[in-house]
């Protein structure tokens, strides 16, 4: 997919994406990522500490936003600048069907550098997960 500036106007949606989760995916983040922090995979620990269970790693939540960013402009290093804020943890229940993100986002702005600002909204189990998410992305003229 070649995306242009010139075919992108405020208010466009973004297709949307849902991403599982499942337990092994956070253990394959965690070693990934050197996190083994052990609300991320010690049910036991979590709920210990007052979580409901095992939760997704904040920065895998914030990696699978920002997915469909990369998937709209087919380009992940068209992504300029990319931020959010963690408002809600993403519960990972240990069976076959774990959480999904739903991810949907649409144009906010278009920059007067030629740039694009998308606005990110991140769910899980109808909640948002992702406070004030939003990338700037740079695509063709």
Known sequence: ????????????????????????????????????????????????????????????????????VSNWTGDPGAIVRYGVRFTRPVVVPDDDEGATVELSGKVAKINDDGTVKVAITAKSADQGVLGGASATVRVAA
Do not use: C
């Open 1 to 68: 997919m070649s995306l242009k500036l010139s075919e992108i106007s405020v208010g466009d949606q973004l297709p949307g994406l849902s991403v599982p989760l499942v337990r092994s995916d956070l253990v394959r983040y965690a070693g990934a990522s050197g996190d083994f922090n052990p609300i991320h995979w010690n049910e036991r620990f979590a709920t210990g500490v007052g979580l409901p269970d095992v939760i997704a790693h904040g920065m895998l939540t914030m990696a699978v936003a920002g997915r469909l």
